[in-house]
């Protein structure tokens, strides 16, 4: 999809480069974190949504508690023909027409109930686990292939370069989210089957692979141009000249490099993925039912809005501040380790 | 320039074999889905499902399946899997919806995102420019599906402010209903490229406004405004004009899927999602090579733009 | 018809059959329902009238269409040599003839059927229509590899035209003389459902000319009430007066001027509309949160009505642990009707027979022996699950994507999982759900299955559940039942043309079906009637074969 | 060894002695997260109609600044300009921005260091030039065309006709100074502002556009005020030179005076680093020790006080602009007294005012 794929500040794709080439973050092994971390504690911006991330990631991890303890339900519990005593009065949890109870703000059914009488504020909760999981596997996979790629095409250039930049063009050409819907869709009727590894069709690690690999691109395409100009770097060619093997000159010299541009993306690709997923989701393609996720949340509250409101209101809000919250931690973090923006450079400077 | 075209041509080449490669490898592997089957209805007979793999060439091997798809789609005789309807005249169908929500969201995108990058970068730290940085923020942070939805319904069921969706074209209700319906959709698409134009360009103006040439111009004793346009503006705009034009390009190939989907527009993209949520290929096929070609073609332009726009540029 | 999907294509061939039940509970704030067929008050004639679809119909071509907004859309343009009658409730199941004179003379053997062509009927375009036009509309459903095929595969040589694969082949089982009428079908195969077939929508008579392709785009010349005289594909489609039409006994003019169907996907907006009277007739019901806004404010023009259907949980004998009678048992005891009630928003009667109450054969299974409907006893099941020894089974519940196989599917999923069992559900994709558990690899354990009727009888329903149907593939006996008590009454009672002679055989099958619960009905879909406030609400029919009748459209 | 011969200005306008340029007092400070960067500081400058001023120092000492502060091209946000700037009679501090921009391109303009960056890239040349004739008198397209051409033909530049359709990157380095020098003179000014307008130059193209400035200024005589870093050029081109440094003027004077009688330890430095252009090279250049200071830490007192030889408890204060009795016209900015600054002069470096040494002497002694 056009929408709602692209990271902030992240060009589509392989756009017709400026003149320029890539310049490379100076290299600073050490102290990225820490820096980091100064720069988001010390803004407003880095504070709230740091909070925000802790508060959204805490609450999901906490699913089974309010479940057990508090809503006394799990997430896939129906309660069809439950009543609950609501201001002194039973009132049923779904009702006859099939219209859900609202937000009760007791302990059960906190946030009301959906179709299936299942309590939303679990579900809530679970979604939440399950977008996170997804969406941490699906970033971990993007930046280790997207590091690999990049790495490769950038260093040794010439043939394996060119197979892998077409190949990433390709990618590029398509609308990612119709590849993800095509592959969610084939992969959620059969499962993976690779031989010896099996995924069944409704684990949560097939939206999370589908995702991983098709963001692929957004972080092989920078890398790929900061390698090439770490490669021209003095403390390459002074490696080389020593006689270090590719491997070392790659471990020793470039990977560490690159620690600028991966902590830079790493929090911009994974707000994109906790969108793609919950899109993903919310054609039916991600997270498999009854499992609840953002995406799904918000597309069965669709189906009720004219009654039930906050079922869609309440899982978007929380989805879209979770990409805030990324998405501003992107911002504080990169003007912190980047501020002359060079990794943004290496992602619009193509070709 | 002919090396050019050549090189574009064999990239299409290229690209539109991958793409048509990969789609049809997904959904042969997909199990279950034999498209004889689906075809026999709801009462198949065995009589009938072998009448239509013979007809439809569904016992030949594979790679022939996949040369006779690639052959109907460019001669126009693909047929759907799911209702036998010509895939070309139903795409033809939509088309114009899609060309509609695609022209007016472009413009949404390219004149918000100018107007914000630009009040953003004049006055750099700025409340409005800080404004204008949250508000983008928010914009990219937006799922659509969301604020669609809650935009359709609101303003539009609820509210009456605007139509709830559907799309009315202008021999029907005139430019001004076909806008109106255009409205909301080209808003809720436009958001999150706002948000990102705005940004690219805040940074690219700024850089630009730090210019040498930028400063020469207004030694020249030029109006503030000629500075800024004619200057400034028309660097700076490049790296986001490139942006633009993929992003519409992707939209033109049914990239729009959520949006035309929650706004019940009915267009390319949403025959997109539906054919593959249906697993129903030749619609999928057709589709995402349209989306292709629609992209590296509107990648050649870009460059001949880039290359008007930057006479450094040499295509 | 088949499993339909609710929400975009379906629905409904229903059938209000049994206006008793129709108007039953809870959807009787309409006026004094149209019972029977004697509509209060004839419609005006005139008007240019505008419905909403939530899709097109898959098809507007006889040959192919096979969905309810096929079938509806087409009934009123193309007739058969039989037709059903233009009424509500059971009458409307009742064949009659159409472009035939009688209804056909059946021989001994019940291998050979004889019919004769009115004379001095005309198409739409004014051409005459042909004895031997019969076969032609009968061969474009076999060559064009229709849905419907199956149902003129018995004829002699049907089998070898489809094979031979080419047009204009000869059906050697079909002589037609266009002199005299006379048109003469022999069977290969003795099937007492045959009059059904010719009087479906498939048999609807297209002019001797029309090309072997699909003709959504250009529908085929036919005769009807209407003709459809303009498309605009997935858009929209008008059918106005044909002026070639000659009444005839049980296929009367319409009322309507002309008939304008767009299709809207916002099913939300779709009610508006007509609330608002902006658009006069839906074919789908509201969005059940909107069930209670439409009957305040437009209830006098809403109405709800059974529709000839069955939803209920296969449960596949041949796998564990469902191969246990006590554990089919637990799952009747278990599932609670009441619950499925609400997920339908209100729009399913239940029940727990396999039967719809609108069927001749239908009787109604009473008591209910797992409880009656809207009620569950968790605790009983759970005692039989333990018995069974069948605690901790895992089960894979497999439902489809559509609303409401979806919701319906986790409900049994989690109930199982409250009585013992270890259950998951499994959402596949509609286009291939049931492709998918109709092969025996999957062994699907239980799982979402429904059905719409094809025809108004009985053996539509009872084949699902028939020992003899069962495939390797495409199974359509997702249980793989097969009880020979059952198998018996089922081949006996099918064999028989006349339905009434059998009807004690169907509600025998149907007892048993359920007493051994080796299917668990839970109820039957119900449509709904909306209209804008112009329209003769109580005239317009609700037809139990083709849903509503485009015919009986008209002005108050 | 000899001091590089400073050649008279060639028939410098004698009658052109009305003051064109009037600069007192004057300071800029920007503003920064660790408070205002005074970039200038308390300068005092004249230029006469016809005149060639140098200013020179190193980067950072404030003479860029100086410069654009003329054409209010340093206004901005927070900026805190002081002090007084006339030209012609005109207040360039206290102008309203639309002011100004009439008195850019037309009275005074400017051509700036690298003509690379400094033409837009994306722009045909002659657009350019025409676009700034446009905005200063009311001609039409095809008049400022055809102004433009002839401007181009005017530096120098070959088959102008055709190039003025060109890009900047289509032209050599040595070409776009040429243009730039054709855009800044096309609308006629009376100042022209040339910062470090050679020094991306190689040496054979600087002396063709040097010549081609002063060329240019004795047709037209206008005064030019030459913003360098090289004393070489200032040599071969000045009337008059300010030695510039930490912000602040710490040396002026008429330019042979300059090279003859340095009086400011940092004039010596620079005059001292100059390459001989005749003799045996030396092995090494004698350099100024230590860095030019951040303008965001200087010094208290004499800004040079950090790296001076000569630094002594007075350097604690910051020295008055002063002339010497005796010498009308040559300022500077040093407590050491006029006679100890001879001598140890001579010591810093024995090539400096060695040639004009006696004279000067003789004379002050007369």
Redesign the interface.
Known sequence: MAEATQPAGVPASGTPAPAATANVPDPVAAGLWRASWRAIKSSWAGRLSLLTLVLIVASSLAAPLWANHVADSGPLTNHLTDQIRLNGELTDVVSFEGIPIGPTGQKRFFLGADANGRDIMVRLLYGGRNSLQISLVATTITLLLGTLFGLIAGFFRGWVDSVISRGLDILQSTPIILLGIALGVATALGGINLGIVKIPGDSLFIPALIIGVIQTVYVARPLRGITLSLRERPFVEAARSQGATNMRIIRREILPNLGTSLLVLAPIIFAQTVSYEAALSFLGAGVQPPNPSWGTLISDGLDVLVSAPHLTIIPGAVLAAMVLSLNLLGDVVREAIDPRGMVAAAQKDEH | MIGFIIRRLA?MV??LF??SV??FA??N??????PA?????????D??????R??WGFDKPVTTQYAKMIEKTFDGQLISY?????VL??IK?GLPRTLSLTFWSSLFMLVGGIALGMLSALRPNSFADRTINAIA??G????????G??MS?YLG?KAGIIP???YVSISEGGVLDWFWHLLAPSLA?SF??I??YS??LR?DLLDALR???V??????????R?VVV??AL??AL??MI??WG??VA??L???????E??F?L?GVGAY??DS?????VPP?MAI?LL??IA??VM?AI??IL?AY?????RL | MKYTRMTSAVAALSATAIFAAACGSDSDKSSDSGSGGAATAEAKSGGDFTGTYSSFPDYLDPALSYTAEGWTTLWPNYTGLLTFKHAEGAEGSELAPGLAEALPEISEDGLTYKLKLRSGLKYSDGSPVKASDFEHTIKRVLNLESGGSAFYLSIEGAEAYVKAGKADGDISGITADDATGDITIKLATKDGQFSFYLAMDFAGLVKGDTPFENATDKPAVGYGPYSITEVKPNRSVTMTKNPNFTPLPDVPEGKADSITINVVKNQRRQAQDVINDQVDFLIDPPTPDQIREVKAKAGDRYKEEITNSTYYYFLNLRTKPFDDERVRQAVGYAVDERALARIFGGLLAPSCNFLPPGMIGYEKVDPCPWGEPGTADVEKAKALIKEAGAEGTEVTVWGNDEDPSSPVTEYLADTLNSIGLKAKPRIVDGSVYFQTIGNQKTKAQTGFANWFQDFPSPANFMFLVDGASIQETNNQNFGNVDDKEINKLIADAKANPDINAVKGEWAKADKLLVDKAYVIPYGNRKLTKITSSRVNFDAFQFNPVYNHDLTTLGLK | MTAPTAPTPAGAPDAASDLLLDIDGLGVAFPSERGPIHAVRDVRLTLRRGEVLAVVGESGSGKSVTALTLLGLTRGRGTAITGKAEFDGIDLIGASDSQLRRIRGKRIAMVFQDPMSSLNPVLRIGHQIAEQIRAHEGVGKAEARKRTIDALTEVGIPRAAERVDAYPHEFSGGMRQRVMIAMALVCGPELLIADEPTTALDVTVQAQILDLILRLRDERGMSVMLVTHDLGVVAETADQVAVMYGGRIVEQAPCDELFADPRHPYSWGLIGSIPPLTGAKPEYLPTIAGTPPSPLALPAGCPFRARCPHEFEQCAEVPPLAETAGAPGHLDRCWLPIDEKRIRRAGADGRIGLLHDAEATTEESA
């Open positions: 990239s290229l690209v991958a793409v990969l789609v997904i959904f592997i997909i199990p279950g889905g034999d089957v689906r075809m026999a209805g709801k009462n198949p007979t009589v009938q499902i072998e009448a239509i013979k007809e799911s209702n036998r309807e010509n005249e139903r169908e923020v928010v990219i942070s937006l799922p659509v599906f969301w604020i939805g809650l319904y069921s709830a969706g559907g698409i999150l490229f948000g990102i940004r690219v940074g210019a040498d040439y400063r020469t111009a207004e030694a020249k004793g030029l109006s503030k000629r004619r200057h028309r660097n490049i790296p490139t942006l993929l992003d992707i939209t190939g049914g990239g729009a899927v959520l949006t989907t929650v019940d009915d997109l999602a593959t949520r249906s697993l129903d999928v995402t989306g292709a992209v590296v990648n870009i460059d880039y726009l930057d006479p450094r540029i």
